[in-house]
Antibody, heavy 119, light 107 residues
Framework: QVQLVDSGGGLVKPGGSLRLSCAAS????????MSWIRQAPGKGLECVSY????????YYADSVRGRFTISRDNAKNSLFLQMSSLTAEDTAVYYC????????????WGPGTTVTVSS | DIQMTQSPSSLSASVGDRVTITCRAS??????LNWYQQKPGKAPKLLIY???SLQSGVPSRFSGSGSGADFTLTISSLQPEDFATYYC??????????FGLGTRLEI
């Protein structure tokens, strides 16, 4: 079945780095835009980054631009988010999500992986 | 950036009630509006896309309407499993993709 499984979260110290992964299955991964959505504790949803199916379009939220890098490996059906210079404000559950064009609706989500930035 | 304002921020209702949640954009977004449901500890679930199209597998008691800047999500007869938080999301002006702050629907 169509599925996303995100992983790689954990506890990291301020200023540290972490790499999140998202494994896709059950659909043609290379045909879809993909995104990372985060949700801080008790807060709403924030799209931190998305990437087009061919890497030609990449977006970062102002809050992470210059610190986070999104990438994908279409041969391995995988999405990644490299996070560096982490601060407490990056503490959140991170979800990968499949993006459908043209409405940019997100119809498939991973279960989420928790990132906690604390000393 | 386009701002999305949801109202109310929280709502109490009973099983069987008809409920309407509103989302207003800071400018016209045509019909580029999506709705999600999120239960505690779970990922969001797409309910409605393109303002009024029901996502596959979503019960027909959910419906969406509106265009331009004003949109509504209606649940025709609340079921126990519908108590959750609902988010709207605009996709007219991307980037960025922006969400409303959510409406918490409580018993």
């Amino acid at each position: 079945q169509v599925q996303l499984v995100d992983s790689g979260g954990g506890l990291v110290k301020p200023g540290g780095s972490l790499r999140l992964s998202c494994a896709a299955s059950g659909f043609t991964f290379r045909d879809y835009y993909m995104s990372w959505i985060r949700q801080a504790p008790g807060k709403g949803l924030e799209c931190v980054s998305y990437i087009s199916n061919s890497d030609s379009t990449i977006y970062y939220a102002d809050s992470v631009r210059g610190r986070f890098t999104i990438s994908r490996d279409n041969a391995k059906n995988s999405l990644f988010l490299q996070m560096s210079s982490l601060t407490a404000e990056d503490t959140a559950v991170y979800y990968c999500a499949r993006v459908r064009f043209p409405h940019y609706d997100m119809d498939v989500w991973g279960p989420g992986t928790t990132v906690t930035v604390s000393s | 950036d386009i701002q999305m304002t949801q109202s109310p921020s929280s709502l109490s209702a009973s099983v069987g009630d008809r409920v309407t949640i509103t989302c207003r954009a800071s400018q016209s977004i045509s019909y580029y509006l999506n709705w999600y449901q999120q239960k505690p500890g779970k990922a969001p679930k797409l309910l409605i896309y393109a303002a009024s199209s029901l996502q596959s597998g979503v019960p027909s008691r959910f419906s969406g309407s509106g265009s331009g800047a004003d949109f509504t999500l209606t649940i025709s007869s609340l079921q126990p499993e519908d108590f959750a938080t609902y988010y709207c999301q605009q996709s007219y002006s991307t980037p960025p993709i922006t969400f409303g702050l959510g409406t918490r629907l409580e018993i």
